[in-house]
C-alpha cells in the first residue's frame, strides 16, 4: 500500500465515524426544531388572548385619556370660580375689618362726647344753683 492508498483510507475511516457522530446530533437538532415549532404554535395560541385584551385595555385607556381631556376644561374654570369667590371672601372680610374699626372708633367717641356732655351738664347746673 502506497502513501496515497493509507491516506485515502484514513480520510474515509474519519469521514465515516464523523458521520456515525453527526446522525445523532443531526437527530437531535430536528427534534428540537420540532419541539421549537411546537412552542412557537402554543405560544401563539396562548398570545392571541393576551394581545387581544391588552388591545381593548389600550382602547379602553384612550377614550378614559379623552374623556379627562374634555373634562379639563370644567375643571379648570372650576378651579377658577374658586378662586374668585377666595378673593371675594378677603374683600368681605376687609370691608368688614374697616367697618368694624370704624364703628369701635365712633363708639369711642360718642363715648367721650357723652361723658363731655354730661361734665358740661352738672357744671352748668352748679353755677345756676
Excluded: C, Y
Aim: aromatic share 4%; hydrophobic share 55%.
Amino acid at each position: 500500500m502506497t502513501v496515497t492508498a493509507v491516506a485515502v483510507v484514513v480520510l474515509a475511516l474519519a469521514l465515516v465515524v464523523l458521520v456515525a457522530f453527526m446522525i445523532p446530533t443531526l437527530l437531535e437538532i430536528r427534534r428540537a426544531a420540532a419541539d421549537l415549532r411546537g412552542f412557537v404554535n402554543k405560544a401563539g395560541v396562548e398570545l392571541k388572548p393576551v394581545l387581544l385584551e391588552l388591545e381593548k385595555t389600550l382602547t379602553e385607556l384612550r377614550t378614559v385619556t379623552e374623556g379627562i381631556a374634555a373634562k379639563r376644561e370644567e375643571v379648570q374654570t372650576f378651579m377658577e370660580a374658586v378662586g374668585d369667590t377666595g378673593r371675594n371672601i378677603r374683600t368681605i372680610n376687609a370691608v368688614i375689618g374697616t367697618v368694624a374699626h370704624a364703628a369701635a372708633t365712633s363708639s369711642v367717641w360718642a363715648s367721650g362726647a357723652r361723658a363731655a356732655g354730661k361734665l358740661l351738664i352738672e357744671r352748668i347746673i352748679k353755677k345756676r344753683g
